[in-house]
């Protein structure tokens, strides 16, 4: 065993709340240049058990701590993670193959985001209604309406905000009471566990948060079907998030699954501003964002002088490692670029034309445009994760909303106009969960509600709507 895989097996070791030790171990290796990194426990059902049960204990006890100790616990952890700012961002760059600013950026908003959630989380407050209000009621009842944890909170997180999207979950359910088993996701690990092991850092009581690591096709179901479990937040893929919601009865569930993001882009649109949201937004982290723009529906009017632009600066993307923070570097594994290179081959085979990119090497896609996409083409419907970017070209703004609706998806999309009032028209008529106006879809800035309808999700994410889902109302009617 090399130096390395000694010391994170210590870090790994020290982060196991529970006393059972997983024998087998998966090793992981960075996206780019196969550097291996570390390892992570293959945890058997037994010790996923052991996990459960322990934080179910423990649950009872930190929801008795006072919410403003709560509070003081995430704000320790943000300190720690700004402490360790270096070696998680590193860690996220080789283990997801982020750029290495990017990567800085995810831990400092990280670090916000757990501090605006035990600010909220020391204001939620209750609530009182009189019985008189009600037909047939009377003044003599009171109701007190209060808020409660739900118990143990699983947590899944996807490989590609390996630290932000664990914490968003994290956070809300420990300053609600809750406990947490987390369960990153496999490439993305390290990440993960450097990031519990900041929390462990604090006062944080023994046992109250669970890493549990494995593979999801071997633990997930068991950890899903799990009895201790109250409920699930998950983001990941979109037949992830389905098999999980079959699976897991009557508890509640917030699920952030996928996107096929649309820019609508109508004749009067600013064209500059336009190729640049585009640009950023299809392709940065190389497209593997659930928000990233993933189609573009533009007039047919307009469509010549917005691919030139859009062209232009995709060429000007740099191309390399997460070291050398290239804007577009490799897909987080093989099976990814194969499954971006056979929308590629199947669009340009059904007559779409190459206007940039389609080049390979190994896991790492070109940046590609391509122009002329039609309905047929797999490329029109499906959520690539990856840099490619297909221009549809439509007649005018209500065949745009038709086929923005006719996606599974419903996760953001932008309109770019100068028609401010014809935006409100349209956006209205948009089935997804937010309506960016003139600029490139995005989750944030974290406090604003986040939303997926229709096969992108179910439920709501943000700061506040979090710390709502991680509790249930309690009445207390006094009669008197
Ligand atoms: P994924 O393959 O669905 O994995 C997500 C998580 O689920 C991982 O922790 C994975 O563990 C786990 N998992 C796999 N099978 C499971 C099972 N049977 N039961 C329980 N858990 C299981 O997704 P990904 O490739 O990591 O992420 C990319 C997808 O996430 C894209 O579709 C993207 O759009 C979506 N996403 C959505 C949002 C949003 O906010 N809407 C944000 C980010 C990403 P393993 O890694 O061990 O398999």
Redesign the pocket.
């Known amino acids: 065993m090399n130096e390395q895989e000694n010391t994170t097996e210590k870090k790994v070791s020290s982060l196991q709340s529970t006393t059972v030790l997983a024998k087998n171990k998966k090793e992981i290796y960075s996206v780019t240049g196969n550097e291996l990194l570390g390892s992570i426990p293959l945890m058997t059902k037994k010790e996923v058990e052991a996990a459960m049960n322990e934080a179910s204990l423990q649950q009872k006890t930190w929801a008795k701590v006072e919410v403003y100790k709560r509070a003081q616990v995430l704000h320790a952890w943000a300190d720690e993670l700004l402490k360790n700012k270096e070696e998680l961002a590193v860690t996220i760059s080789k283990e997801v193959g982020k750029g290495i600013s990017s990567a800085q950026k995810e831990v400092d908003r990280t670090a916000d985001l757990i501090r605006y959630t035990a600010e909220e989380g020391v204001r939620l407050h209750g609530d009182m209604m009189k019985g008189d209000a009600f037909p047939g009621g009377t003044t003599d009842k009171i109701a007190m309406i209060g808020r409660e944890p739900l118990g143990v909170v699983l947590a899944?997180?996807?490989?590609?905000?390996p630290v932000n999207?664990a914490a968003s979950k994290v956070a809300p359910a420990l300053i609600t009471g809750n406990a947490v088993v987390f369960?990153?996701?496999?490439?993305?690990s390290l990440s993960g566990l450097l990031m519990i092991k900041a929390l462990l850092n604090t006062n944080l009581p023994k046992g109250v948060v669970q890493a549990v690591t494995?593979?999801?096709?071997e633990i997930?179901?068991f950890?899903?079907t799990h009895p201790k479990v109250n409920m699930i937040s998950?983001?990941?893929?979109?037949?992830?998030?389905q098999?999980?919601a079959e699976k897991a009865k009557m508890i509640p569930l917030v699920l952030?699954?996928?996107?096929k993001d649309p820019a609508i882009v109508l004749e009067d649109a600013d064209l500059d501003l336009t190729a640049k949201n585009i640009v950023g937004g299809a392709f940065s982290y190389s497209g593997?964002?659930?928000?990233a723009i993933k189609r573009v529906l533009v007039q047919e009017e307009v469509a010549d002088a917005l691919t030139l632009k859009i062209k232009e600066q995709i060429e000007a993307l740099s191309i390399g490692t997460p070291e050398e923070d290239a804007d577009i570097t490799a897909l987080?594994d093989e099976q990814s670029a194969d499954f971006v290179q056979s929308l590629i081959d199947d669009a340009l085979s059904k007559g779409a034309s190459l206007v940039t990119g389609n080049k390979r090497e190994e896991n790492l896609i070109y940046p590609t445009l391509l122009d002329h996409v039609t309905a047929d083409m797999d490329l029109a419907w499906e959520?690539p994760?990856g840099p490619v970017l297909p221009i549809i070209r439509v007649k005018n703004e209500t065949e745009a909303v038709e086929l923005a609706n006719a996606s599974e998806y419903g996760?953001q999309a932008s309109i770019f106009t100068k028609n401010v009032e014809k935006a409100m028209k349209l956006g209205a008529e948009l089935e997804v969960g937010s309506v960016q106006l003139n600029a490139k879809t995005e989750?944030g800035p974290d406090h604003f509600p986040?939303i997926?309808v229709k096969n992108?999700?179910l439920g709501v994410?943000g700061v506040r709507r979090s710390i709502e889902s991680m509790t249930r109302d309690k009445v207390f009617v006094l009669n008197f």
Do not use: H, M, W
Not at 156 to 161: H, R, V
Not at 183 to 188: E, L, N, S, V, W
Not at 214 to 217: E, N, P, Q
């Open positions: 899944i997180s996807p490989f590609n905000y999207l369960k990153p996701a496999t490439q993305g494995g593979k999801g096709s997930g179901d950890l899903v998950f983001t990941g893929g979109t037949a992830t998030g098999a999980i952030e699954l996928g996107g593997q964002r659930c928000t987080i959520e994760f996760l989750r986040f997926g992108s999700g994410q």
